[in-house]
């Protein structure tokens, strides 16, 4: 259990960190097709990045006591793995993503990220709370 916990705490900070940027990378993905971020963080990556952890938030489902944690590891857990299953079964080819497409979409991912750092944050704090006073 504790090794779970472990893996959040740690992942944690990645997470937060790609959601404090969120407008910098979309930005790149966008405006700057050749940057290093478009080469070494495409959005499919990010994708994947994000489900690996909401997977692993499910796995580590021991750690959220409350039941309001349960509820918005749920939640985001179904909105990011239904978000990376369409990203990565999506057959038209295109380079680049789908959902950054819009100034508006641009705006609300952003913003969606910004709240979800929120929750990113307290996730971490459990877990680093439960490797503290973990016997």
Avoid at 33 to 43: A, L, Q
Avoid at 97 to 115: E, G, H, N, Q, Y
Wanted: glycine share 6%.
């Amino acid at each position: 259990m504790k090794i779970l916990a472990l893996l959040v705490a740690i992942y944690t900070p990645v997470m937060l960190l790609i959601h404090l940027s969120t407008g910098k990378i979309l930005r790149a993905w966008n405006e700057q097709p050749g940057s290093s971020i478009s080469r070494w963080f495409p959005p499919r990556c990010a994708l994947r990045t994000e489900a690996l952890f909401w997977f692993l938030a499910l796995a580590a489902w021991f750690l959220w006591r409350p039941l309001v944690l349960k509820i918005l590891v749920i939640v985001f857990a179904v909105i990011h793995l239904a978000i990376w299953a369409a990203g990565e079964f999506r057959t038209n080819g295109k380079k680049g993503s789908a959902f950054t497409a819009s100034p508006t979409m641009k705006r609300a991912i952003v913003a969606f990220d910004l709240a979800e750092a929120f929750i990113l944050a307290a996730l971490g704090v459990v877990a680093i709370l439960y490797l503290t006073h973990a016997g």
